[in-house]
């Protein structure tokens, strides 16, 4: 059985999800929520010292308080898909890197669209900062498929440096 909790967040609601005492995924808003978790095999927990300690971290994290979380994560993909996750976690708090740099890092220098495609399906966002990717003209790109807002939020909250969708302008 799976369970979970919601947090209310500035980029809205947070469902955090675990199993076997591990996080196993983050969903930004019911309708991810809803459409990535089969809602009769998850329950809602809301003593769960996991749960209860993982809310706890993500708003020290909105607050400015938390630069990198030490939560046990489920990491469920493939091997090239956990190199990337790993490579991630390492950029720190108000960095970013390129899809290229990233490709670089985990020995795979031509994969650029497989980092991508890596991090759309890293089931941790925030967590595991696959935000903290992007383009390197230093522009923003998809995020939790196109939603690059949210990127843009989460970047400007960490201080990071990075070029503004001039579109939204």
Excluded at 88 to 100: M, N, V
Excluded at 137 to 153: H, S, V
Aim: glycine share 6%.
């Amino acid at each position: 059985m799976r369970i979970y909790t919601v947090v209310e967040t500035e980029i809205g609601k947070l469902f955090i999800v675990a199993e076997n005492q591990r996080l196993s995924a983050v969903h930004i808003g019911e309708e991810d929520f809803h459409t990535n978790e089969d809602i009769s095999l998850t329950r809602k927990e809301m003593e769960d010292p996991l749960l209860t300690e993982s809310v706890k971290q993500v708003k020290e994290y909105f607050a400015g308080d938390r630069t990198t979380f030490n939560l046990p994560l489920e990491r469920d993909g493939t091997v090239f898909q956990v190199d990337v996750w790993k490579k991630l976690e390492e950029i720190p708090y108000g960095k970013t890197k390129s899809y290229q740099e990233i490709a670089q890092a985990v020995g795979r220098p031509k994969a650029v669209r497989a980092i991508g495609q890596a991090n759309k399906a890293n089931k941790l966002p925030i967590i595991v900062p696959c935000h903290r990717v992007i383009g390197k003209n230093q522009t923003l790109t998809g995020y939790a498929g196109t939603r690059t807002e949210i990127k843009d939020r989460l970047l400007t909250l960490e201080g990071a440096p990075f070029k503004a969708d001039k579109r939204k302008a």
